[in-house]
Structures are given as C-alpha cells and as structure tokens.
Nanobody, 120 residues
C-alpha cells in the first residue's frame, strides 16, 4: 500500500506565495515521475507540473515562470513552489506519482488533495 500525503495549501492574497509538499510512503521500491494537478468544480483535472526522478520538469502553460516543481528523492517528496499567485490559481491541488512497489510492478497513485484559495 502506498500513500501520498499533501500539505501546504491555504488562503493567500493575489501576488503571494505558497509551497505545497507531497510525501510518498508505504511499500515503495522506487518512485518514478511525480507531479501536481489541479481541479475546480465543473472542470477537468489539469496538469500543473510534473518531474521525472532525474529532475526534468514540465509545466502547464498557465503557470510557467511562476511555479517551480522540485523533489527530494531521499525523502520521496515533491514540492510545488507557487509565486505570484492569481485568483485563477484557486483550485484543489492533487499530488500524483508513479510508484514501483516491486522492480516490475508500477502503479499510479493520487493524494487526497489540498485546497489553494487566492483571494483578497
């Protein structure tokens, strides 16, 4: 069993910053790609950013230049540094990871989500 536990969401004013964290735990052989998605009511979940185990990052167009994804492989943790936040960044943010539970068994996991609200 693998768990992804997110933290760091909350209420912030426009222009402010937040850092999200997501730690993987459980029966883990290796954590492959990790990422962050976000979703608002009535809309599909969209990619915010993802990162390979080697550190190559990919960003959604709406967050490029404002958000940074990075990870600590030893801690099995991925972070999302969010700067210059805008009201349209308001959403539930979900951690995603591809995890090997054995050398030949990989599955996708999701966290429970953390709410980010950008408002004055």
């Amino acid at each position: 069993q693998v768990q992804l536990v997110e933290s760091g969401g909350g209420l912030v004013q426009p222009g402010g910053s937040l850092r999200l964290s997501c730690a993987a735990s459980g029966s883990i052989f290796k954590v492959d790609a990790m990422g962050w998605y976000r979703q608002t009511p009535g809309k599909e979940r969209e990619l915010v950013a993802d990162i390979t185990d080697g550190g190559s990052a990919n960003y959604g167009d709406s967050v490029k230049g404002r958000f940074t994804i990075f990870r600590d492989n030893a801690r099995k943790t991925v972070y999302l540094q969010m700067n210059t936040l805008k009201p349209e960044d308001t959403a539930g943010y979900y951690c995603n990871a591809d995890v090997f539970t054995a050398w030949n068994r990989k599955s996708e996991y999701w966290g429970q989500g953390t709410q980010v609200t950008v408002s004055s």
